[in-house]
């Protein structure tokens, strides 16, 4: 079985912090995307990295694909209150998606 | 415009009376998601469909089924609610093993 393994699970920031989400695994995956998710939404992606090293910036957000594949990185810099949410990396295996853990990030004001 | 659309977004249903959650996608993906969320954890992948394959995850219970009459729609039935089946229930679509795209969800309440 694949896992993706989510560090930290939990996150407690004042606004204007940086931080660091890493997603883990064992295994290659071709590509690998990163969601938000909001209390009561269901995710919504964020990015898609598909070339090992590759790195993506969403205006605050840089995710990274480590060089073998089989892990990620997202940083956010000078969160903001509008971060709060579960992220969530996701892995393609063959036929399906899977999820990581998760990690639950909370900014405040 | 939603391209993935769950309903009811919000369903309560007695212990034990078979309930079916719909899922309806506008994109023509070829793949379709049922997964199961509690208290913010992250999605539990239950089964999914390519194409017309069926595919039931190994631990997904015997009481969680699933239809899939077209590519545009897809139905998840639990034959015998259980209050442990209480949680956020999420259809999404992809096409082949890409990005996939969610419904708001479907938040199931057993009383």
């Known amino acids: 079985t694949q896992l993706l393994e989510q560090s930290p699970q939990f996150l407690s920031i004042q606004e204007g912090e940086n931080l660091t989400v890493y997603c883990n695994s064992s295994s290659v995956f071709s590509s690998l995307q990163w969601y938000r998710q909001e209390p009561g939404e269901g995710p919504v992606l964020l990015v898609t990295?598909?070339?090992?090293?590759e790195v993506k910036k969403l205006k605050r957000l840089t995710f990274q694909f480590g060089d073998a594949r089989k892990d990620s990185s997202l940083h956010i810099t000078a969160a903001q209150p509008g971060d709060t949410g579960l992220y969530l990396c996701?892995?393609?295996?063959?036929?399906?998606?899977?999820f990581g853990t998760g990690t639950r990030l909370q900014v405040f004001p | 415009d939603a391209m993935v659309i769950q309903n009811p977004r919000y369903q309560v249903t007695q212990f034990g009376k078979p309930v079916t959650l719909s899922c309806s996608q506008t994109l023509n993906h070829n793949v379709m998601y049922w997964y199961q969320q509690k208290s913010s954890q992250a999605p539990k992948l239950l089964f999914h469909?390519?194409?017309?394959?069926?595919?039931n995850e190994a631990d997904t219970p015997d009481n969680f089924q699933s239809r899939r009459p077209n590519t545009s729609f897809c139905f998840l039935d639990i034959r015998s609610p259980g209050l442990g089946d209480a949680a956020m229930y999420l259809c999404?679509?992809?096409?082949?093993?890409?990005?996939?795209?969610f419904g708001q969800g479907t938040r199931l309440t057993v009383v």
């Open positions: 996701a892995g393609d295996n063959t036929d399906k998606l899977i």
């Open positions: 469909y390519y194409d017309k394959d069926f595919n």
């Open positions: 990295v598909v070339t090992g090293g």
């Open positions: 999404a679509t992809s096409r082949s093993v890409t990005e996939a795209f």
